[in-house]
């Protein structure tokens, strides 16, 4: 009887030591850098990764939007950011997303931008905008109204070299008519890492 107490006893110690072993010889995870979660968004999309970068904004609107140094999609968090992260290293972790946009979505941008060129007609605030009789149309077909900095004179607006609103759209009417023939009701405009945590990296000390 005594020998198989004993022998109960042993086989306890010796599970729980193999493992408390089993955790001492788990892995830390390796984080990804910002290049490569660049390099693999699309098939990274529903996994839950850690990412290690610099932060370069946060958003001053919300505070809930942060971009790091170099990417390609953003951090997106359901509380505010610390402005103490700004130019800080960290590690984020968090679960990467497509950014969609739906026929509504689109429809939506459409209506935006009409009555933004509707106003800026009445506004007659930009003799080039004001002489356009379809901005939207003028846009859309006319590539000499991307001038020097990004000012479209169709449009009237300045955007910092980045492609006219307009076209935009209409590039996006285009592709989401591609996809609903594909069976795909939307289109993937972006991605984001949707944050579960951050913390910050603290730096390596030269000897």
Same mark, same amino acid.
């Given at each position: ?57 946060? @958003?001053? /609107?919300?505070?809930?939007?942060? &971009?790091? !140094? =170099?990417?390609?999609?953003? %951090? ?62 003028? @846009?859309? /077909?006319?590539?000499?109204?991307? &001038?020097? !900095? =990004?000012?479209?004179?169709? %449009? ?52």
């Amino acid at each position: 009887m005594k020998k198989s107490f004993f022998g109960v006893m042993a086989l306890a110690v010796a599970f729980v030591f193999g493992t408390m072993m089993s955790c001492d010889k788990q892995e830390e995870v390796v984080p990804m850098q910002v290049a490569e979660v660049n390099a693999q968004l699309d098939s990274l999309v529903g996994d839950t990764i850690l990412i290690e970068g610099t932060v370069e904004h946060i @958003c001053q /609107h919300s505070g809930m939007k942060m &971009v790091l !140094e =170099g990417a390609e999609f953003h %951090c997106v968090s359901e509380t505010v950011f610390a402005d103490s992260l700004m130019g800080q290293k960290v590690r984020v972790n968090g679960v990467v997303c497509e950014q969609r946009m739906t026929a509504e979505d689109i429809a939506q941008m459409e209506e935006m931008l009409r009555l933004k060129h509707e106003q800026d007609s009445i506004n007659a605030a930009n003799p080039e905008a004001a002489a356009c009789p379809d901005k939207k149309e003028c @846009c859309e /077909h006319n590539d000499s109204t991307k &001038v020097e !900095e =990004g000012e479209h004179q169709c %449009c009237g607006e300045h955007h910092d070299g980045e492609e006219c609103p307009c076209k935009k759209l209409a590039g996006y009417k285009e592709q989401l008519a591609k996809n609903m023939e594909e069976g795909k009701d939307y289109i993937v405009v972006g991605y984001y890492v949707q944050v579960i945590s951050v913390e910050t990296v603290a730096e390596e000390v030269a000897e």
